[in-house]
């Protein structure tokens, strides 16, 4: 799989920027999300380069045959509409019992234009003791990276404006469907 997506990407004028992830547990958030095509493009960065990426995606996504293909890529359905999911707890769960882990999360939480982020990724990482990669999609240098590291304080809302001020040169698929809050 890592040869078939190196070459997929190659192919589409796709590559894969920085450094591999050198922690053995974090949550990778991946921005700008406008598009469907940033899973697609994410997910064969990460394939391409043997990061064994766990991604979160709404479960309307898993129908048949497309959910059985989901599963089988690491993705982990989502119910947004349920608010008592214990998806947070479940994650720090599925942290702490593993030895190595990356949990992929788009905090924008949709493809439309959000004046805010959501917060659980940071939730999710503080708890289970696990720093946030700032990963980015851009699609005006044809990229993907796992990007910088950052360390969640208590402070979960000064970390977000801090962590949303750092896409301010962002280049998404849909820029009209990007907010980082200004």
């Known amino acids: 799989m890592k040869y078939l997506a190196r070459f997929i990407m190659w192919l589409a004028g796709w590559k894969y920027k920085g450094e591999l992830p050198a922690e053995k547990k974090a949550v990778i958030i991946s921005v700008p999300h406008t598009s469907n095509w940033d899973f697609f493009w994410g997910e064969l960065a990460f394939l391409s380069q043997g990061i064994p990426a766990f991604i979160l995606m709404k479960k309307e996504f898993f129908f048949f045959p497309l959910g059985m293909i989901l599963r089988a890529l690491n993705v982990i359905p989502v119910d947004r509409g349920n608010k008592d999911s214990q998806l947070v707890e479940q994650m720090i769960t599925e942290f702490k019992q593993r030895d190595s882990m990356y949990l992929c999360i788009t905090p924008e939480g949709s493809r439309k234009k959000r004046k805010k982020w959501k917060k659980g990724f940071l939730v999710i990482a503080k708890a289970a003791g696990v720093p946030v990669y700032l990963g980015r999609i851009d699609y ?28 301010h040169d962002a280049n998404p698929k849909y820029p009209e469907n990007f907010s980082n809050g200004n």
């Open 140 to 167: 005006k240098g044809k990229y993907c990276e796992v990007g910088p590291l950052f360390y969640p304080t208590e402070d979960v809302d000064a970390d977000l404006a801090y962590i949303m001020s750092t896409y």
